[in-house]
């Protein structure tokens, strides 16, 4: 089937019609003509999947990768970083509009390093084969090499095999210093440490939550800042946006005194802002992770935070107006609606929304805006050949 791309969808994939009926084909672009295979036949759309490109869009650029075709990992390394920057702003500004919210986002912060700027990846073992799983699917596109993350840890990649896993998940994170540390899912017998750590520098491996070798942490750095993170706490994954957020963050509490930091993860963002302030109070679920979070405090000389370990919504009698800046940096879920009321209550004068799912955070602003104004909002490329965004949203009491 013939079909021309007109535009992309909210989810990175074009779209075009066949028949009046609308289908769905990832790694198209606006301005292909192509020729499909329909995978999926709905009641009211179809998605397709490319087997030719007849005549491509003149946003498209040459594909680094090897893999990029099957692979589920980017969604958008087909075409120019600049037609990708645009691409996350007209989501962004078409999921708003949708909700009947009038902000125009005009900003999107750039992240310095186009490849190999993620600090985590997730692969996984089919029947001793190691990859990402093909779009759509749970079958194996066995990969050496990911454009993602640096030389080291594709060095890794290529010898991970010397473990002879026959099923499971293989985590890697890395480090400023370089050091890496591995994370296994999988009930299979590990074979060849020593190859492994002799070949690599490993920091610790851990399989099944224990910790077989070395450490079961690793040291993060952002500007002069030291975190200790645990293979199980959460992360930024990219480092230099996350600087440029480190900015933003400080830029827009410097006339805050008092500041809950819900979401905390290892207590990043409390531990950023809490320079000149009175008190910052931080909460996250994770019990390793607010454990991070208190050495933190004393890594980075820090004596006016505390933390509490606890699920958001069974804390809501800490959300009081005594705090000027509430930061919210919740997982893709969005915040717990009982914690939007509460803080809808509470008139705390400043919300800072900080998101990875902008349908999540407009769902949530509908409700905030009730008492709060936009007074900015803008997107940073956290997730650079990906479709998804993250966004840096910043409310005033009305
Ligand atoms: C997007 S991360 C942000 C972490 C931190 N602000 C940072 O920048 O590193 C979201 C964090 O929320 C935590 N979390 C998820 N659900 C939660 C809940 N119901 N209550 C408290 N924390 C939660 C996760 O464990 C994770 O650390």
């Known amino acids: 089937m013939k079909v021309e791309v007109i535009k992309f969808d909210n989810m990175g994939r074009g779209i075009g019609y066949i028949d009046n009926k609308i289908i769905f084909i990832p790694k198209s672009a606006p301005g292909d ?10 009641k009211d759309y179809l998605e397709g999947k490319i087997i030719n490109i007849i005549k491509p869009s003149r946003i498209r650029k040459e594909i680094k990768c090897p893999y990029y075709n099957s692979c ?43 490849y190999n700027y993620r600090n985590k990846i997730t692969l996984k073992i089919v029947n001793k084969e190691i990859g990402y799983y093909i779009s759509e ?31 499971g998940e293989i985590i890697i994170r890395s480090n400023y210093k370089n050091e890496l540390l591995i994370i296994i899912n999988s009930n299979d017998e590990i074979k060849n440490i020593e190859y492994i750590i002799t070949n690599h520098n490993i920091v ?12 079961n942490f690793l040291i993060q ?62 909460v996250e679920i994770v019990e390793n992770a607010i454990k991070d979070a208190n050495i933190n405090k004393n890594l980075n ?72 104004q936009i007074q900015t909002l803008k997107l940073l490329d956290m997730f650079t050949w990906s479709e998804h965004v993250e966004s840096f949203c910043v409310l005033k009491l009305k």
């Open 301 to 372: 000389k820090i004596n006016n935070i505390s933390f509490i370990c606890s699920d958001t919504k069974n804390i809501l009698d800490k959300i009081i107006p005594s705090f000027d800046t509430i930061i919210l940096d919740p997982p893709r879920s969005g915040v717990d609606e009982k914690v939007l009321k509460k803080i809808l209550n509470t008139n705390i004068k400043q919300i800072i929304y900080i998101s990875c799912n902008p349908f999540t955070l407009v769902r949530d602003l509908k409700l905030l805006l009730n008492n709060y």
């Open 137 to 167: 699917t749970h079958n194996l596109l066995p990969i050496d090499n990911c454009l993602l993350v640096n030389e080291d840890v594709n060095n890794l990649i290529k010898d991970l095999h010397h473990f002879n896993l026959v099923n």
């Open 72 to 114: 589920g990992g980017c969604d958008l390394l087909h075409i120019s970083l600049t037609e990708e920057m645009e691409y996350k702003l007209l989501k962004v500004n078409d999921i708003l509009k949708k909700n009947n919210i009038n902000y125009d986002v005009k900003e999107i912060i750039k992240c310095d390093n186009e």
């Open 221 to 282: 750095k952002i500007n002069d800042y030291l975190f200790k993170v645990s293979y199980n706490a959460f992360f930024q994954v990219n480092i230099n946006i996350c600087e440029k957020l480190f900015k933003l963050i400080d830029e827009y509490t410097k006339n805050s005194k008092n500041i809950l930091d819900l979401y905390c993860g290892v207590g990043t963002l409390s531990i950023v802002v809490s320079h000149d302030k009175e008190n910052v109070v931080g």
């Open 204 to 215: 610790g491996i851990i399989q099944n939550n224990k910790c077989i070798y070395g450490e």
């Open 33 to 42: 003509i192509i020729e499909v295979e329909i995978i999926k036949n709905k």
